[in-house]
């Protein structure tokens, strides 16, 4: 008969130490396999011949690579064969600095199923999305226009490329509630912003959506001020909510920038964006990429194309959507475990790659830092969300990315991290009691 060890809490209090030495306990139990792990119930002995879960040493929340166990290799190897045999020579000479003039062709549909409807003479191929953000960061479409908004907390490397080219850099606030709309409309008077970057979809760090109405809301400012809206939408493919829109699908007056890439919902090292221009900067786009690279890979190009006319990277993605809906559902089930006892919160997103958690008010920026720490001693990386902000912002918060580890490891972590939060908050609230007594 199975028998049950005492849960974390119960075992804490018999031998008078902290939930985090029960946990590291059990957990180095689980990795020499003398112990499994029930979600819900709790941890019990392994019995000879019952299957035994491998776990790693170290458990990753920060990169943001795709499911290894996921990835097509061998039906990619195949593409790459059949993208030789149909081509041949053409996909060795120097590329088509645009993009190779079949795959664009194909990407037009694929980016159809997406509600993204544009010509094939607007689609322009990148080495990934982040050589388009390099490229338009470097144009000044106006030179009275000298400003450009970001979200906050936003992408590290947008805030990054903004600066290297001089921009002056304005902060709107985005939450799970949506973005600053008084905030951004603010901006948009002064006259100077040429273009707003976001990314509506799962965004990065916080893993939320856009509602559909602010969507609407920011295309009418981008068109009643003349800004350029750049929508970075890199993980169109992951999300499961169907009627979900693009900022595109809204734009009528040629104002959104639409940029799609095939790196985190397929390969990193494939390096294949695509970016959907308004007619009136094509040209501007094209002088200023050219130069820097001749053009993108026409082999990638046409391997990727044999891999997206085949139904391959259909069902490729449909595959995906199973696993991180899985792993987001997971991570709903832990939170509604342990929210009653900490006042940490967060959205759990239905897809994605991250998950953005708020700690206390009361914990600053330097228990945050304690917290990351502790838990890379106890072997779960996470993120500080102060890599999020410009540096003099007081950030009491944690960015995990469910991307690159397994399910067993991501219950693991989820209940580190929890039990972690948990122990922080008590300290703190202890040191306040202590202050205010004195």
Sequence with gaps: MERKLPSIRQLALELQCSRNSVIRAYMELEQQHKIYSIPQSGYYILQEGMCKVRVEECIDLISSNPDKRALPYREFAHCMNRAVEKYKEELFQYPNPQG??????????????????????????????????????????DSKKDTI???????????????RNAWKIRYVRRDDEGIDLECLESYFKEGNVSYF????????????????????QIIELAVKYEVYIIEDDYLAELDIVQERLPLHYYDINE?????????????????????CLPGAILDQFMSYKYPSDLGTSTYLQGTLEMFLINGMYERHC????????????????????????????LKVPESGYYLWITVCKSINKHQVTWLVDNLKKQGILVLNGGKFYPEKFDVSAIRICISNCTIEQLKMALEMIFETIIELEEKVAKIKKVVEWT
């Design 100 to 141: 190779f003039p079949s795959f664009c062709n194909t990407l037009v549909t694929v980016l159809r199923n997406r509600q993204v409807y544009v010509k094939k003479e607007q689609i322009c191929i990148t080495n990934g999305v982040q050589q388009a953000i390099d490229v338009l960061f470097g144009m000044r479409l």
């Design 255 to 275: 104002r959104v920038i639409y940029l799609a890439g095939f790196s985190k919902s397929f390969m990193p090292g494939l390096r294949i964006g695509a970016v």
């Design 197 to 216: 970057y976001l990314m509506p979809r799962f965004q990065n760090p916080t893993g939320c959506c856009l509602a559909d109405r602010q969507k609407k």
């Design 318 to 345: 449909n595959k995906i959507r199973e696993i991180y809906s899985e792993k987001m559902q997971i991570c709903r089930m832990y939170y509604e475990r342990y929210r009653d006892r900490m006042h940490a919160r």
């Design 149 to 163: 908004v970001l979200e906050m907390p936003g992408y590290p490397l947008a805030t990054n490329v903004a600066s």
